[in-house]
């Protein structure tokens, strides 16, 4: 069993702690990596907050990383040690929906990313002799080295920096699929994105790519709508402004409404302003777990031939989409280098915190080499 270093969340809202741990030995159907960079999510200061949200703790999170493959289980054939990898959620690829290519809906997709074992039950991490929760999205990546699952590791060109890829297993992937598989805008369809954090910008920069017009960017933040405005969109609006559903329709053709929409802020009201302002035949996305602050979806306002989608990863195959926003990168248009501020391991709290403060937009863990 490999010794490293890992970030170990003890017990809920209380301060990471860096340990000495032991990691099993890759299964069959794994694969080892010495992780490069990692990034820190949303998801994992819901974990660490939340006290209904799995997995039991002590826990090692971390599901954005990325790395360098240092060995192989016997049924993983895609790639090999010294191959640089892309860590993403995990997937059985058995069932109806994998078999469906819809891996992000997979029947054991919490089995798989967040009960803290594999699943049949056995761990991957231990303090000493006794074990604790890893295999967070098959892979606990806030560690010097982390195990994979076959269904989640994607292989990158030799080219790639590792220091910005992590992200895009996860935040910036999540963003970027809801745009492209989701919701299909057409070139020309009007866009919003409601909340300007990781998942927000990636899928504004999808719009972009596919063309959207105008592409309206929402938050209370006015630093991050000027960088929204650097990345593609046409138009901001702070989205403390009392008229903020009159505003979005001003911007769209003929006052008529949006034909796509995200809604990353997990507000409900924003999620009713998202409906209201939706044109007929409009697409509204709903990625964040929206909280109950006493604001119903009214259905009877959905307009008619508008449809509203709980998305989950974006729907994505990472297999697939990880390779495509690299490309994108390369080519200038899914600037994620905008984003990143870097830390080392030791300063893990001091990223979740300026997460929290809305400083830093995407902190990224970096390990030496």
Do not use: W
Request: glycine share 10%; hydrophobic share 40%; charged share 25%.
């Amino acid at each position: 069993m490999p010794i490293i270093q890992a970030a170990v969340a003890v017990t809920k809202n209380a301060p990471l702690e860096i340990r000495e741990l032991r990691l099993d030995d890759p299964r069959p159907d794994e694969v080892l990596v010495r992780m490069r960079a990692v990034g820190v999510c949303h998801t994992d200061a819901t974990v660490l907050e939340s006290p209904e949200f799995p997995p039991p703790f002590p826990a090692v999170l971390g599901h954005e990383g990325a790395g360098v493959v240092e060995a192989v289980g016997a049924d993983v054939d895609h790639v090999k040690p010294g191959d640089k990898v892309v860590l993403s959620f995990g997937s059985c690829g058995r069932c109806r929906k994998c078999v469906q290519r819809h891996p992000a809906y997979c029947d054991d997709f919490n089995s798989y990313n967040f009960f803290g074992v594999r699943l049949d039950g056995s761990p991957t991490l231990f303090d000493g002799d006794e074990p604790l929760s890893g295999h967070f999205f098959a892979q606990s990546s806030f560690a010097t080295h982390a195990l994979g699952h076959r269904s989640n590791v994607v292989k990158l060109d030799e080219d790639v920096d590792l220091d910005i890829a992590g992200p895009l297993g996860c935040g910036l992937l999540t963003g970027a699929s809801s745009v492209r598989n989701i919701l299909k805008p057409d070139e020309g369809d009007s866009f919003v994105v409601y909340g300007a954090g990781g998942v927000g910008y990636g899928a504004l920069m999808m719009a972009k790519v596919m063309g959207c017009d105008p592409i309206i960017a929402v938050d209370i933040n006015d630093q991050r709508l000027e960088l929204a405005e650097e990345l593609g969109a046409t138009h901001t609006i702070n989205g403390k402004d009392a008229e903020l559903a009159d505003r979005i329709r001003e911007i769209t053709e003929a006052n008529q409404g949006v034909d796509c929409a995200i809604d990353t802020t997990g507000l409900s009201t924003i999620c009713k302003v998202g409906v209201e302002t939706l044109r007929r035949g409009g697409r509204l996305g709903l990625i964040a777990s929206h909280r109950q602050d006493g604001v119903g979806l009214d259905v009877a306002a959905i307009p008619l031939g508008a449809y509203v989608y709980g998305a989950v990863m974006g729907d994505a195959i990472p297999g697939e989409m990880v390779p495509l926003l690299v490309d994108l990168h390369k080519k200038g248009q899914f600037p994620v280098d905008r984003l990143i501020e870097f830390y080392d391991l030791e300063d893990i709290n001091q990223a979740f915190a300026d997460s929290a403060a809305g400083s830093t937009i995407k902190p990224v863990i970096r390990f030496p080499r």
